[in-house]
């Protein structure tokens, strides 16, 4: 069971490859502090690996499914930082470096594995995302 609501609205970068970083503000009551068992955020579906981070300190980095991180040593009372960096593969720069009439291109292979027709692949942090507790 949540105990908190968390949405995230998608933003699309076309043949963005590397780190974006989504951060929201969340409010944390004293009884969450006060109560037994751990405060897990779960991620949901991250492509591909993600970092977490609280009030400015790393909770580690997930790379693999579930993608959960206990988070309630790093949570005080009241206002409460959440930042969430996620790094995708770099295919879709790839990609985009094929389309054609491009003028700058970003990277390099010594063989083109992808060409401009193949399908970008799914990026980012997909959720759904909530905050609960484990008892």
């Known amino acids: ?14 043949y963005f490859s590397g780190t974006a970083a989504y951060s ?14 751990n405060i897990v955020l779960d991620l949901g579906e991250v492509k ?29 009372e009241g206002e409460n930082r959440l930042e969430i960096k996620v790094t995708n593969l770099w295919v879709n ?4 470096d094929q389309q054609p009439g491009i003028e700058k291109t970003y990277t390099y292979t010594t063989q083109a ?15 759904p995302i909530a905050i609960y507790r484990v008892e």
């Open 93 to 96: 720069r790839l990609i985009g």
């Open 113 to 127: 594995f992808y060409q401009a027709d193949s399908p970008l692949l799914p990026s980012g942090l997909l959720g």
């Open 24 to 37: 929201k503000s969340i409010q944390v009551p004293r009884q969450w502090i006060q109560s037994t068992g």
């Open 48 to 76: 591909n690996i993600a970092e977490v981070v609280i009030n400015g300190k790393s909770l580690g980095i997930v790379w693999k499914a579930p993608f959960r991180v206990d988070i309630e040593d790093a949570l005080i």
């Open 1 to 14: 069971m949540p105990v908190a609501p968390f949405s995230n609205s998608s933003c699309i970068v076309k």
